[in-house]
């Protein structure tokens, strides 16, 4: 495989930020003087982070840091004023952003040589899948840009014709994918499999069930697989995620005030997520 490319260095880079809540929030700055992306700052605040996990948001993020890239290094665009002032991205543009995506985002010319019926990867380029990815990711900020409700500056656009925007956008972007393969969905688990879990990690039971304690109190566990430091914590969570439904995600965002103090009766009855949005969810 031959190679061929030019870099230049990333005008655009993320910063993590801290808010008084304690929510950690990722930015998208300029790289030399760290002023916020203008349109990117209200998509990924006003718009994305309700719809999404930290970490997808930081993923999000990434891939409009190589679209504000491509649009500096090869656009020869500034692309908040652009957006701000009504531009919008033609066929061509797009095609050239979909360029620079599918070949790392580092290069502004490229030339890939790959031998005849070759199924190799370019080494540092995206999967398919990862691409196919990026595009929907710089899909969903274009479309959300077309709207001067959402990223500030001025519009003469009708709602005919950012209907029609919209619509046009999509089949650009649809165009370009390269279609792979859906990943597998994960099944749950078996009857048997949870069973297994539980023998290797729940403490142990006299014969009427209950659960055997040492001098201290502590619950004892037969299993050596784990450390005495975590023996509790894991079959805490393999058992607060099974009976609730949890996604990994939503069970390490758990603390103390996630749970309730308890009805008149003694028992808790839900559980509130600290996720972001304007609501949190609850599970009873």
């Not at 304690?22 to 006003?46: D, F, K, Q, Y």
């Not at 290069?107 to 890939?112: L, M, Q, Y």
């Not at 004892?220 to 805490?236: A, D, H, I, P, V």
């Not at 439904?245 to 509130?272: M, Q, V, W, Y």
Request: glycine share 8%; proline share 4%; with cysteine.
């Amino acid at each position: 495989m031959d190679t061929r490319f030019r870099t230049v260095s990333a005008p655009y880079t993320i910063i993590h930020l801290k808010l008084d809540s304690g929510e950690r929030l990722p930015c998208l700055v300029e790289s030399e003087t760290w002023i916020p992306a203008r349109v990117a700052t209200r998509w990924a605040v006003r718009y994305r982070r309700y719809r999404a996990q930290s970490s997808t948001l930081v993923n999000n993020l990434r891939t409009l840091r190589q679209v504000y890239n491509w649009a500096e290094t090869v656009g020869n665009l500034s692309l908040d004023d652009f957006l701000t002032t009504g531009g919008i991205l033609d066929a061509r543009q797009i095609e050239s952003l979909a360029f620079y995506l599918r070949t790392g985002g580092e290069a502004t010319v490229a030339g890939i040589i790959l031998p005849a019926g070759s199924d190799q990867q370019p080494e540092g380029f995206p999967s398919p899948s990862t691409f196919d990815h990026q595009l929907a990711v710089a899909e969903d900020f274009l479309i959300w840009a077309l709207d001067s409700a959402n990223r500030g500056g001025s519009s003469s656009l009708t709602l005919e014709q950012l209907y029609d925007h919209r619509i046009r956008l999509s089949e650009i972007f649809r165009s370009l994918r390269i279609g792979a393969a859906q990943s597998r969905r994960k099944e749950p688990l078996t009857d048997d499999a949870v069973k297994r879990i539980r023998e290797a990690i729940t403490p142990e039971t006299d014969q009427q069930g209950r659960f055997l304690t040492n001098d201290k109190g502590c619950l004892l566990f037969s299993s050596g697989r784990f450390s005495k430091e975590t023996q509790l914590r894991n079959w805490l969570m393999f058992e607060t995620s099974l009976e609730l439904g949890l996604r990994r995600g939503e069970l390490l965002k758990l603390r103390l005030d996630s749970l309730p103090r308890g009805n008149k009766d003694g028992c808790s009855t839900s559980i509130t997520f600290p996720v972001q949005g304007p609501t949190s969810r609850q599970t009873n």
